[in-house]
């Protein structure tokens, strides 16, 4: 291996490459990698010798520092570089590309590549996310922090050590994900939306499909509605179909009629026919109607079943709620009963039936009524969901805690179906 001190690549870019003769050879233009036992390892480097491009293997370098790099061969052994299809080349594959910091929930700039001797070669160590690496590259930027120093004005070093990144594909040529991917789950889908709207086209719809259909519909539920046509417009629809599937009904609508009439129907036509009808049924009702903020999943018994078997039945059927804070009371026909607040139901004995506990009259609205009138009751008797009937009074829908507070206070980069 050449004579290496630690570097830089923004230190060795553009910098001449000295031939055995002490004669410059060319400009080193950039760095080939490929695996190695630990971290990747540059195989060799890309020399522009006047219009051509040649390559030295990184055995011909004798040295190979921020100051100095010469080759124990001559200028006239160089062969000319000839591309592979998987070649790595961090100048062009990797430097300036944005990459994923799953622990800050943000999107970040590889400023700039940091090259260690590992197991006796040349690899990458690590990335530079931070100032400094913005500065090694521009002009003036030594200057710049030769005067922090002397301000006494610390730079905080940002490298991300290689170990923590991985790449959507097996080549690095896109690399867009940091840490292991299975952090990605941990994200809350607020933040998960903020990194997608800063993401660079194709890679947000390789980071959703790399993640559970779940947390990927959350996510394109809290986008703005022209970033999520665009994220949508490269995923695979029978990927997109998977998601709207995952999706509570109410909000699956939503993204659904923001789409084109052909495109919703396709959509629909691949989702699983259960999953799908639901959805259509609350695509019939206005936007601004208790209909078009309402959820169809909801829990609902009859009358005379005991505490104990409604726990039971909740048990099994919890998995597939969203937010549960009642139970609904409703008869064969589906006439809205009573309501059992969670509460009452876990503190009431075993034995006892719903109808014995259950409160009526229940409040409630249709599914005609508007904003301000479920607003106005949702303020006045501090539900935090609140049934939704039919003219003949069958319990149809529920609007939940997420939905009234969209309602009460919303959320501006978010624009619901039907607004503009």
Known sequence: ???????????????????????????????????GVLYPCILKLLIKVNERMAEVPIDDLSLFNRFLTTMSTSEDELKPYLPEANDILIK??????????????KVVRVNDVKLGEIEGSICVSGIDVGLDGILRRIDGGRAIQRILSFLRIPIKEQIINWHFLQSVDPYVKNLTLTVARRQLSDLHPSDLASILKEMPAGQSEQLLSSIDEELAGEALHELPMDVREKILKGLDKEKTADILEEMPPDEAADILGDMSEETSKELLSLMEPEDAREVSDLLEYEEDTAGGLMTSEFLDFPPDITVETAIADIRLLAPE???????????????????????KLLTSPFNVKLEEIMSQPVKSVHLDSEQREIADIISKYDFIAIPVLDDEDRLKGVITVDDIFDLLVPNPTRRRRGSY
Do not use: C, W
């Open 92 to 105: 062009k594959h990797i430097l300036d590309k944005q990459i994923l910091d799953v622990n800050g929930a």
């Open 321 to 343: 709620i969203d937010f549960i804070y009642y139970i609904y009371v409703i008869d064969d026909e589906d006439h809205l009963l009573g309501v059992v607040s969670l509460k």
């Open 1 to 35: 291996m050449a004579f290496f001190t630690e570097v830089y690549v923004s230190e060795v870019l553009d910098k001449p490459i000295i031939d055995r003769y002490g004669r410059r050879a060319g400009v080193i233009s950039d760095l080939v990698i490929g695996p």
